[in-house]
């Protein structure tokens, strides 16, 4: 549940960065006079928000893998104690002496 709201947070600020890239855009295409340091902060941009993407899609993929490796042994486990209870009743000698007694 963290993972999604972290995700959801990203999802929100993808708007203020592509502004900010379309803004810096402009401003290049204007000729402004601080155009190569622009460039230089919207590349350092792009590359840390795919970064941070990559990082977070990484995550929860390890996340996922972690959920359904703590199903698996869960499984494993019910099914283990399970095996043990009917090991026990059919290892039971106790036939009954009458069709009403035996189980």
Same mark, same amino acid.
């Given at each position: ?17 592509? *502004? ?46 972690? *959920? ?36």
């Amino acid at each position: 549940q963290k993972h999604e709201i972290f995700e959801n947070e990203l999802n929100a600020n993808h708007d203020r960065v592509e *502004y900010l890239e379309d803004i810096g855009a402009k401003m290049i295409e204007n000729q402004h006079y601080a155009s190569d340091d622009i460039k230089s902060i919207l590349d350092k941009i792009a590359e840390s928000w795919s970064s941070l993407l990559g990082t977070c899609q990484q995550k929860k993929q390890k996340l996922e893998e972690a *959920y359904n490796e703590m199903l698996y042994n869960r499984g494993v486990t019910d099914l283990e104690n399970w095996l043990a209870e009917i090991e026990v009743e059919l290892s039971n000698e106790d036939y009954g002496t009458d069709l009403a007694t035996v189980k």
